[in-house]
Each structure stands twice: as C-alpha cells, then as structure tokens.
C-alpha cells in the first residue's frame, strides 16, 4: 500500500524569501510518480511539478523545485522568491504502476505575507 | 480548450436525499476519477473509469455510492440516502490515457453539504 505524509499542518514565509515543505512517502513498488500539488481557495488543484522516481535528477519548474531522496523515501519542494499568490494549501501525491489513482498527504497551508 | 468542469458548484441536500454529481472531462480523456476532500484532508480515491468502464472502484465507500461514464466522456457520480458524513467536496480529474505516468487535470469540485 502507498503512503505520503505531510508532517507540516501550516507554514508561513515573507514575501521574496525561500520555503521548504516536506513530504515523506512509502511503497513497495520500483515505478512510481510523485506530484506537487497547488489547491487555491478556489478549490482547484493545479499541478506544481513531477518527479519520476528513476529520474536522480531533481525536477525543477521555475521557482519551484523538488529535494527527491529516494533511500530515504522524501520529496521536499522548494519555492524561492515566494509571492503572495503562493498562498494555498499543498499536497504532496504519489501514483504507482500498480494503481492509476493518487495517493495524497494531509497537506501543507502555505502563507505567503507581505 | 476548457478545462475539467463540475456541476453544480454547490449541493446542499437533506439527510436521505438522493444527489447527481456531474463531471465534464476534457476533450478526448479516456481516464476519469472521482476523489472525496473531506473538510482540512487530502482528496481520498472513490473511483477510475477507463473510456466507459469502471476499472478500479476499490474507493467506494459502500453500496449508496455509485458512479457512471456511459458514453466514456461525461461522468455522473450518484449518492443514495445521504448520511451527514458524506458532507465533503467532491472532485472530479482527467488524464489522457489513464497511466500512472500522466498528469491528472482537477475540476473545481463540488461542494456538497448534508443537512
């Protein structure tokens, strides 16, 4: 069974500065994707960025970045010179070979203030 | 080209009551999936059609839910007797082929409350 855990219930970071947030994730499986997602409080759930779990190097969009640890089972993402549009909740997903469906974390809020 | 769309926006319904949920994918999807975002949590897995087939409804939580996509574009997510706890928003998303590969693309969801 795939796990992901957001261990962070809420961050904040001023305007222009850098955040991390934190994923940890657990299967069994060898072929997997992991997925930054952005929910507004629109509702709608954009994709960040994706990470292929045999790709080593890390996926980067932007000003958003990903910290993939595969032996350590971690998908942190970076977002540098945060914007106040940043603001929204984030969660973290995986999908396997072995199931289309997304698994998701609890989510991370992210406050972006001026 | 448009997006997912969901409709309607908002549902508010009395306990027992049965509701039809509406997802438009976007054009030429063949994967569909139902998610449940209960208030604060991440969305859970309800349902994967596959063209018009249900191909994995291991998310369905009992017998009074039960979703459709007879024409392999439109799906309709029905809900039968509604309890209070099924109370949540529920979000519709669309891929191009339905591999684990693929980016899935979120409709705005719909937001129903059990009264």
């Known amino acids: 069974a795939q796990t992901v855990t957001q261990s962070q219930p809420e961050m904040s970071v001023q305007e222009a500065e850098t955040v991390t947030l934190s994923c940890t994730y657990d299967?069994?499986?060898?072929?997997?994707?992991l997925f930054w997602y952005k929910q507004p409080p629109s509702r709608q759930m954009i994709l960040v960025i994706r990470q292929e779990a045999y790709k080593q190097q890390n996926a980067t969009e932007n000003r958003f970045s990903v910290n993939f640890q595969k032996a350590a089972k971690s998908f942190s993402l970076k977002i540098s010179d945060s914007q106040l549009g940043d603001t929204a909740m984030y969660f973290c997903a995986s999908a396997t070979q072995y199931g289309n469906k997304l698994v998701f974390g609890a989510g991370t809020i992210l406050r972006v203030k001026s | 080209g448009a997006g997912v769309s969901q409709t309607p926006s908002n549902k508010v319904t009395e306990k027992g009551k049965y509701v039809e949920l509406r997802c438009d994918p976007i054009s030429g999807h063949t994967a569909l999936y139902w998610y449940r975002q209960s208030l604060g949590q991440g969305p859970e897995f309800l349902i994967y059609f596959q063209g018009t087939g249900a191909a994995d409804d291991s998310g369905l939580p009992n017998d009074r839910f039960f979703a459709v996509r007879p024409e392999g574009s439109v799906s309709t997510l029905k809900i039968q007797r509604t309890e209070r706890g099924d109370s949540a928003v529920y979000l519709c998303?669309?891929?191009?082929?339905?591999?684990?590969?693929?980016?899935?693309?979120f409709g705005p969801g719909t937001r129903l409350t059990v009264l």
């Open positions: 998303a669309s891929s191009s082929t339905g591999l684990y590969t693929d980016t899935q693309y």
């Open positions: 299967t069994s499986e060898n072929n997997y994707y």
